[in-house]
């Protein structure tokens, strides 16, 4: 079975500049999650959605982090404009109970 | 924050010993993961533990959970070098029922 994959894994960007993140989950995994883990903390819940409709998005700092599930699969993470506190790995997780199965992450970097 | 912590912050031990994470959260939940993260596979699932089990066993893994004190420890036993990496726990529940994790112990084993 292919894991959860995402895209691209590593990202150097200015501040103020945009972003984007893909994550294709394992198929059949109707929850998707978005996670971002600043070093030496553990991952923090930024959004899940249930097929393509958003279930919590409480901690999306709406303002400049928008995601969209078009099609209840593939993913889509943005960051419009960076700050410098953005550099962190986003993870992407999909689940189909209550075990969560992560992708590799993208190591995003705001200079 | 809703983050529960893990203590220590940074464990290192000797092949073969044992080795005891311990964990505390901060809401109610349905049930407690562990989970490891190290850079070559990313983050894995462990083990899970429901809120109406007090312990359980795993391969090398041992999980209690005392939902009274909101806490859980997390022992493995005759460690291996492979073993190191960072571990968290993540408490599972709330309306939403999302994953919170902690903040994570690094384990090192010295070979």
């Known amino acids: 079975e292919a894991g959860v994959a995402q895209s691209p894994r590593y990202k150097i960007i200015e501040k103020r500049q945009s972003v984007a993140f893909w994550c294709n989950p394992i198929?059949?995994?109707?929850?998707l999650y978005w996670y971002q883990q600043i070093l030496g903390q553990g991952p923090k819940l930024l959004i899940q959605?249930?097929?393509?409709?958003?279930?919590?998005d409480s901690q999306l700092p709406k303002d400049r982090f928008s995601a969209e599930r078009l099609k209840g699969v593939d993913s889509t993470l943005k960051i419009q404009p960076a700050k410098l506190e953005d550099s962190a790995v986003y993870l992407c997780?999909?689940?189909?109970?209550?075990?969560?199965?992560f992708g590799p992450g993208t190591r995003l970097t705001v200079l | 924050s809703q983050q529960g912590e893990e203590d220590p912050q940074a464990l290192s031990i000797q092949e073969g010993e044992n080795a005891t994470m311990n964990c505390s959260y901060k809401?109610?939940?349905?049930?407690l993961q562990w989970y490891r993260q190290n850079s070559g596979r990313g983050l894995v699932h462990l083990i899970l533990?429901?809120?109406?089990?007090r312990e359980k066993h795993s391969g090398r893994l041992r999980v209690t959970l005392d939902t009274s004190k909101k806490s859980s420890s997390l022992l493995i036993t005759a460690s291996r070098a492979a073993d190191t990496a960072s571990y968290f726990c993540?408490?599972?529940?709330?309306?939403?029922?999302?994953?919170?994790f902690g903040t994570g112990t690094l384990l090192a084993v010295q070979p």
């Open positions: 997780a999909s689940s189909v109970g209550q075990w969560q199965f």
């Open positions: 198929s059949g995994h109707a929850t």
């Open positions: 959605f249930q097929n393509n409709g958003v279930v919590d």
């Open positions: 809401t109610s939940i349905n049930n």
């Open positions: 533990i429901r809120s109406n089990e």
């Open positions: 993540a408490a599972y529940g709330g309306a939403t029922n999302k994953l919170i």
